[in-house]
């Protein structure tokens, strides 16, 4: 029985197999076993056994788990726990991960979504006994994402936060690939709705009746500006809005670009009336004066809207939509909303219908038609004033 505790890990021994292969197995002499623990404990771990030691996959996963094994085996024998410090797994990885400046850059709202996705890591991790990061084949992450087949967002999230997880091993030196990047799975379909002018007006109704003005205001801000609801939600009076110009101004998060963006007389109008003197912001929660939680905002919109398909996110994708419904070109969009060019086509591929409206400012642009024809539409949807229909009219 030859050992190899040089090449595999202490007290790792090999038994040919009659087929040239061997069992691997962690053998910890009788005097220096803690009670309880095996006398011979079948390595790797997890996954296949196929004790073929010209592969070299099954070689790192032997190796981490002896290792592992080999820390606890001290701890055991000194009675106290394996320390986490020395393990290189999933629990120890998300720390690492979360200290690292990549990770601290990033904003608190997607730190909390990139945690939230972690701990469903670490709750998998801690299921298979926290096994080494350097050990985890691309079977057990197929495997793993397979139990959120039913949810192809989580999946889909769960996946990316694990890649990254994943590529911070890597520079860690913890392990030379990355499994998760290989793995390919379409994008879920979206399920957002597309704001038409009717639903801004309507909701912004429902929402001042039911005493929030200020969700009103906002709505219709997003109507025609197109920010995330969670930049929007902290824009400060004076700094991004100026009353006297009734135009916007801010940085776009994406581009770095700093935009001015004027707004209707109609929402100025109504930004007058939810403005508080002695608030910094502009859209205040009137139960705690505070900018709106984002959680807390969706929650009372929630309670409120008269269409249950609405979200307040999609107000964003339905401004990108609706300007260029009006003709607006990808970068005039983009200038407004901050998407990239890029994304603001991706959109209008997916959520920009193939209707009249759009048919209809085709031809007029080209100079066929002076007259907007089949049935008369909102102004507001085509980005002209009222003057200039009546104009066109005559």
């Not at 219709?220 to 995330?228: K, M, P, S, V």
């Not at 024809?373 to 085509?382: A, K, P």
Request: glycine residues 6%; positive net charge; charged residues 30%.
């Amino acid at each position: 029985m030859p050992s190899v505790a040089l090449e595999l890990g202490k007290y790792v021994t090999l038994r040919r197999r009659k087929d040239g292969t061997y069992r691997v197995l962690m053998e910890v002499p009788a005097r220096l076993r803690p009670s309880g623990w095996s006398a011979a404990i079948p390595l790797p771990i997890n996954g296949a056994r196929r004790g073929d030691l010209n592969d070299i996959d099954e070689i790192r996963r032997i190796r981490d788990d002896a290792e592992a094994l080999y820390v606890r085996l001290q701890q055991a024998r000194m009675g106290a726990a394996a320390p986490e410090a020395v393990l290189r797994n999933f629990p120890r990885l998300v720390r690492e991960w979360q200290t690292s400046q990549g990770f601290k850059a990033k904003k608190p709202r997607t730190q909390k979504g990139y945690a939230y996705h972690a701990s469903l890591i670490l709750d998998w991790s801690a299921a298979n006994g926290d096994r080494p990061v350097a050990g985890l084949p691309r079977d057990a992450i197929e495997a793993f994402l397979a139990l959120y087949d039913d949810r192809p967002t989580t999946r889909r999230h769960v996946k990316i936060v694990l890649k990254m997880l994943l590529d911070h091993a890597i520079a860690l030196g913890w392990r030379a690939d990355n499994p998760a990047e290989r793995i390919k799975m379409a994008a879920p379909e979206s399920r957002l709705v597309i704001w038409e002018w009717d639903d801004a007006r309507r909701e912004a109704w429902a929402c001042a009746a039911a005493g929030q003005p200020s969700i009103a205001a906002l709505i219709l801000t997003n109507w025609e500006i197109g920010q995330r609801v969670t930049d929007l939600r902290l824009f400060r009076r004076g700094a991004d809005y100026a009353p006297a110009d009734g135009a916007f101004r801010y940085w776009q998060s994406k581009t770095q670009s700093y935009v001015t963006v004027p707004v209707s007389d109609d929402l100025r109008a109504m930004l007058a009336v939810v403005e508080k003197p002695d608030s910094l912001y502009l859209f205040t929660d009137a139960a705690t004066g505070k900018p709106w939680d984002e959680q807390r905002l969706g929650h009372v919109f929630a309670a409120i809207r008269t269409r249950p398909d609405l979200q307040l996110r999609a107000l964003r994708h339905s401004c990108v939509v609706q300007q260029a419904r009006a003709g607006c070109t990808v970068p005039e969009i983009a200038s407004v909303t901050g998407h990239s060019p890029f994304s603001v086509e991706q959109i209008l591929r997916k959520y920009l219908p193939r209707d009249n409206q759009v048919a209809w400012n085709a031809q007029r642009k080209r100079g066929l038609i002076r007259t907007e024809g089949g049935q008369e539409s909102d102004g507001r949807l085509t980005g002209e004033s009222d003057d200039r229909r009546a104009a066109t009219a005559k």
